[in-house]
């Protein structure tokens, strides 16, 4: 394993995943936070950003595999990151088959040399025909922690990140989703860093105190999180804001 974050279980929730857009749409709000924030090793950025180590994303297994192969990935990076969800992006044979996708990509990326982060979203079990679909009177996010793909992700990746990020203005039901995931990861390996979802709009405009307050219910149990500013990159002043607040906690 790569040794990208010297002392990472000295800063337990200050760890971050971006990608370039979404730092240079806080830089415009504050440059400072930004810099501080995402301008060192401590930050993985999905396309690179100076100071900050460089990962890349991948949808799909299968294409991280031509890539390998073709050598198209750039040297620079370190990381690389596998997003399997209930979308296109993801072959459906890939999504149908979430613990076989998952071991694939983590093999070919440790014997690569990159440090591996599987960013799994529980809407895999949604998929039609999936064999981990919710039984009755079962949530989505019961059939996700039920179907094993939390501990797959665990035992064969350096990191996982799980998206509750929807859940965020509920802290409660936010901490809890976490922790059953970071406990099933951890049973597995207990070294793997777990980290978890947030966003200034996943699906309603976030608050900074809605940030402040699910990024608080975690800190004891997380590594780090993936922030997110939605897919138009709203509101990064909310962002840039709540930022401020953890270095000022940090400091």
């Not at 809407?123 to 989505?140: D, F, K």
């Not at 179907?147 to 990020?165: K, L, T, W, Y």
């Not at 039901?173 to 951890?186: D, G, K, P």
């Not at 979802?197 to 590594?223: F, K, Q």
Request: charged share 25%; net charge negative.
């Amino acid at each position: 394993m790569l040794d990208i974050w010297p002392g990472y279980e000295d800063a337990v929730g200050q760890r971050w995943v971006v990608v370039p857009g979404t730092i240079r749409a806080i830089a415009e709000v504050d440059a400072g936070v930004a810099e501080r924030v995402f301008g060192s090793s401590d930050a993985i950025v999905l396309g690179g950003w100076p100071g900050a180590t460089t990962g890349q994303a991948w949808a799909s297994s299968a294409r991280f595999a031509e890539d390998v192969e073709t050598g198209s990935i750039p040297k620079v990076v370190r990381v690389a990151m596998y997003d399997p969800e209930n979308w296109e992006q993801t072959p459906l044979a890939e999504r149908l088959d979430p613990h076989g996708s998952i071991e694939a990509f983590c093999a070919l990326a440790r014997s690569n040399g990159y440090f591996v982060l599987i960013t799994p979203h529980a809407n895999l079990v949604s998929v039609p025909e999936s064999i981990h679909a919710p039984r009755a009177r079962e949530t989505r996010e019961e059939a996700f922690l039920r179907s094993g793909i939390v501990e797959v992700s665990a035992a064969n990746a350096d990191a996982v990140e799980i998206q509750p990020q929807k859940m965020q203005r509920d802290p409660p039901a936010y901490r809890a989703f976490v922790e059953a995931t970071a406990r099933l990861a951890r049973e597995v390996k207990p070294d793997v860093q777990v980290m978890s979802g947030l966003s200034t709009h996943p699906g309603y405009p976030a608050t900074t105190e809605m940030l402040r307050s699910a990024w608080t219910s975690v800190r004891d149990i997380v590594d780090g999180h993936y922030l997110s500013l939605g897919r138009h990159r709203r509101l990064p002043d909310v962002a840039a804001a709540f930022l401020s607040e953890t270095l000022r906690t940090r400091d």
